[in-house]
């Protein structure tokens, strides 16, 4: 039987992964913090699909859980083909305020606790000679909004050169770049969802699907949407003065 362990599992992208990876037959390893949204999401994906789920309750923000979901990424009894780091914060923190707290917490989940649980997959799975780790960073990274772009841009690099030391291995590393998104995300955070044209969103469902097509296809970065594809394009080859007016005008209205 095949494994996958999706991180922050329960909502969101994280769980359109774990319903994309159930309706192909796959086992789940669930990782949030709530262990009764835990045991409900389990519930729902046995009764739809039939597969085998087991829940891990673990806030990555504490190195110790961390440490316990990545001892099931190295478990060889039960080895894990697929690891989805998803788990995320919003993190609109100013860079000039006194208090840093905010941000130490949120890279504690999508720096530290990403660089530990794909450190533990990649070598389980460079073991075996297969295996999959999607990361979920940002269109962010190509932009300048605080901390949380350089945190996304930090997802990316980190993913593209794990990408490059697992080349010949058999293993993939992807990072996925959605843009703004359809989920509960931004209420979960206590910030106000951007004020943006419909056309701009994308499904959650659309993100786990294009991870998972583009990681099978050994691409390390995966864009989904052709808008977003050319939004970014024009981010990283147009006029640098492009992303510089986008991230000013984002910042300005959060102020």
């Known amino acids: 039987m095949a494994w996958a362990l999706v991180t922050g599992g329960t909502s969101g992208i994280g769980l359109a992964f774990v319903h994309a990876l159930a309706r192909h037959g796959m086992d789940i390893v669930l990782v949030a913090r709530d262990q009764r949204r835990l045991d409900e999401v389990a519930d729902d994906v046995r009764t739809l699909s039939g597969v085998a789920v087991e829940t891990i309750s673990a806030d990555l923000a504490d190195p110790e859980a961390t440490a316990r979901v990545a001892a099931r990424l190295t478990d060889p009894s039960h080895p894990v083909d697929i690891c989805i ?32 649980l ?16 999607i990361n979920v960073a940002s269109a962010s990274a190509w932009i300048y909004t605080g901390n949380y772009s350089a945190i996304k841009r930090w997802v990316v690099s980190y993913t593209q050169a794990l990408a490059l030391e697992l080349s ?52 390390a970065v995966s864009v ?27 910042s300005g209205s959060r102020r």
């Open 85 to 116: 780091n998803n788990a995320g914060v919003g993190l609109h923190a100013s860079l000039l305020s006194d208090d840093v707290a905010q941000q130490r917490h949120a890279m504690a989940i999508m720096v530290d606790a990403v660089l530990v």
């Open 118 to 133: 794909s450190n533990a997959a990649a070598r389980a799975m460079a073991a075996r000679g297969r295996g999959t780790i």
């Open 168 to 219: 010949g291995t058999g293993v993939q590393a992807t990072a996925v770049c959605p843009g703004w998104v359809k989920t509960a995300f931004h209420e979960r955070s206590g910030v106000e969802r951007p004020h943006l044209p419909g056309f701009l969103w994308v499904k959650a469902d659309e993100v786990a699907r294009t991870a998972l097509r583009d990681a099978a296809a050994g691409r």
């Open 224 to 250: 989904p949407t052709l808008k977003w594809r050319i939004g970014l394009f024009i981010a990283q080859h147009g006029p640098a003065a492009i992303p510089v007016a986008v991230s000013r005008a984002i």
